[in-house]
């Protein structure tokens, strides 16, 4: 299995400031991905953190708005960049030990208010 | 259309009901068929995955895919009020690991 921690847990941010979140897992993992989760709706994947090397991000964002940083096999960071209101949203950093359903693991999401 | 439709809810049911929570999906590829649990501020926590169709059983909790159909069951027996939290349907292909489509979730309440 794998242990996630997310920091910070919850923010309460002003508009047009950015947001960085950062992820940390107790094993060594190949796959790590942020996703969202807005009020009332499903988890939406935002990007898949590649160590080494940029992230593979899904239809609908960009580098610009959701820089992503992975140093190492454990670390990740997603930042969230110029915010609105609209980036009102858990961010839930998640990790794939094995490619299997049952080795997917989900950190415990970052609450973020923007005013 | 969303790729993956839950039932929306809220669910409200006394202790000991038999809950039924259910998905539909418009995506053949997918092969991959889960149930995760989410507590109130935790992340989503694996309950059961089914691989293509077929019955699954856990204790309390069975998991039903009709491939055909394109659509997925869960259903708790003996429901408790442990049991009260959202329930999201996930599913995804044999090569998208850890690239999950989710529906959005229902929110079960077991009433003591």
């Known amino acids: 299995s794998a242990v996630i921690s997310q920091k910070p847990s919850r923010d309460i941010c002003q508009r047009g400031t950015s947001l960085t979140i950062q992820c940390q897992v107790d094993s060594q993992v190949t796959m790590m991905f942020w996703y969202r989760q807005q009020p009332g709706q499903s988890l939406t994947l935002i990007a898949t953190?590649?160590?080494?090397?940029?992230?593979?991000?899904e239809s609908g964002f960009v580098i610009d708005k959701f820089p992503i940083s992975r140093p190492n096999l454990t670390f990740s960071t997603l930042t969230v960049s110029n915010m609105s209101p609209e980036d009102s949203s858990i961010y839930l950093c998640s990790v794939d030990m094995a490619s299997q359903p049952e080795t997917q693991y989900f950190g415990p999401g970052t609450r973020l208010l923007v005013l | 259309q969303k790729e993956v439709e839950q039932d929306p809810g809220p669910l409200s049911v006394p202790e000991g009901a038999i809950v039924s929570l259910n998905c539909t999906y418009s995506n053949s590829a997918f092969q991959y068929f889960m149930w995760y649990r989410q507590y109130s501020r935790k992340g989503p926590e694996l309950l059961m995955y089914?691989?293509?169709?077929g019955n699954k059983e856990d204790g309390r909790f069975t998991a039903q895919v009709d491939k055909s159909s394109k659509y997925i069951s869960l259903f708790i027996r003996d429901s408790q009020p442990s049991d009260s939290a959202t329930y999201l349907c996930?599913?995804?292909?044999?090569?998208?690991?850890?690239?999950?489509?989710f529906g959005d979730g229902t929110t079960l309440t077991v009433k003591p």
């Open positions: 953190a590649n160590q080494g090397s940029e992230a593979t991000y």
């Open positions: 996930a599913m995804r292909g044999n090569t998208n690991a850890g690239k999950s489509t």
């Open positions: 089914t691989y293509s169709s």
